[in-house]
């Protein structure tokens, strides 16, 4: 059985959920140990506005591209094509988002 590339998509999305739903998890826990002090607030405040910011976009866009591929499937018909806009399109907004988050 060959694997193309929507199974590895597929994959991905299911295996990114499962990190984005611990991701959010922690986002969860270090804002409210920042106000509730639940957890030490310097430590809290540098996870939620320092650490997980990034790794949070980064699994969002993995989990978005199994459904973005078929979004744009509707416009461009060549399949090769769109598998080369999606990877480019989230390279790009990874990137424009980690030099934001740099130099915030």
């Keep these: ?50 650490i997980l910011p990034v790794p949070f976009v980064f699994f969002l866009l993995l989990h978005i591209s199994f459904w973005l591929k078929r979004w744009l499937l509707r416009w461009i018909k060549d399949e090769k094509w769109v598998n080369i806009y999606l990877i480019i399109l989230e390279v790009i907004i990874f990137i424009l988002f980690v030099v934001y988050f740099a130099y915030e």
């Design 1 to 50: 059985m060959t694997k193309n590339f929507n199974w590895y998509l597929l994959k991905i999305q299911r295996i990114s959920g499962v990190i984005l739903l611990v991701l959010v998890i922690l986002f969860f826990i270090s804002g409210y140990g920042t106000t509730r002090q639940i957890i030490d607030p310097i430590f809290a405040k540098i996870l939620h506005e320092k």
